[in-house]
């Protein structure tokens, strides 16, 4: 139980990435885990675009600027398209199937980060480069690889649970 633990404890937001490959089934066994991930009233509210090409990666990563260059390292990314009907519960979906991938990942010996696309003009743009319908949702991804030595962030300290955690009211 504690290795568990201590993995869970180091999944970490990769932004730099090897050239080497997330092998085929390395990638079946993330959208597995994808495909069984928890969802609200089990909707199941959600589309994967598994994106492997460099120049679509490229493309993918310019829509915000700067702010996620680092996508067009990485040798694959998975967009999620929400179709939830509403927004609190599509985020909430949204949360679920980007922790899980990021878990997956690190015990698979990859690494993972998300991406947001941005604001609404944004997430146009990149719906428009990955063909997503306009009534649904697309505001971030997965992106995967295999990390590069120094890539993954620290993640700092933890607040004591003491600040974190009450017992049957809020104290």
């Keep these: 139980m504690t290795s568990l633990l201590e993995e869970i404890r180091n999944v970490r937001q990769s932004r730099k990435f ?3 490959l997330v092998t085929d089934d390395q990638l079946a066994t993330l959208l597995e885990v994808a495909q069984w991930t928890g969802s609200s009233q089990n909707t199941q509210p959600w589309h994967f675009i598994v994106i492997r090409d460099k120049d679509q990666l490229r493309k993918v990563s310019e829509v915000r600027g700067d702010a996620i260059k680092w996508v067009a390292t990485a040798p694959l990314a998975i967009a999620l398209v929400i179709s939830a009907k509403g927004e ?3 985020a909430f ?3 679920r199937v980007t922790e899980r991938l990021m878990i997956a990942a690190r015990m698979l010996g990859l690494g ?3 991406a947001w696309y941005g604001d609404d003009t944004q997430r146009a743009a990149a719906k428009e480069l990955l063909g997503i319908p306009a009534e649904l ?3 971030s991804m997965v992106v995967i690889g295999h990390p ?3 890539a993954q962030s620290s993640g700092g300290g933890r ?3 003491s600040e ?8």
């Design 159 to 161: 607040k004591p649970l």
């Design 18 to 20: 090897t050239d080497e």
């Design 148 to 150: 590069a030595p120094g």
């Design 88 to 90: 609190i519960s599509g």
């Design 112 to 114: 993972a980060g998300t």
């Design 137 to 139: 949702s697309a505001r």
């Design 93 to 95: 979906d949204e949360g």
């Design 164 to 171: 974190l955690v009450s017992y049957d009211r809020m104290s």
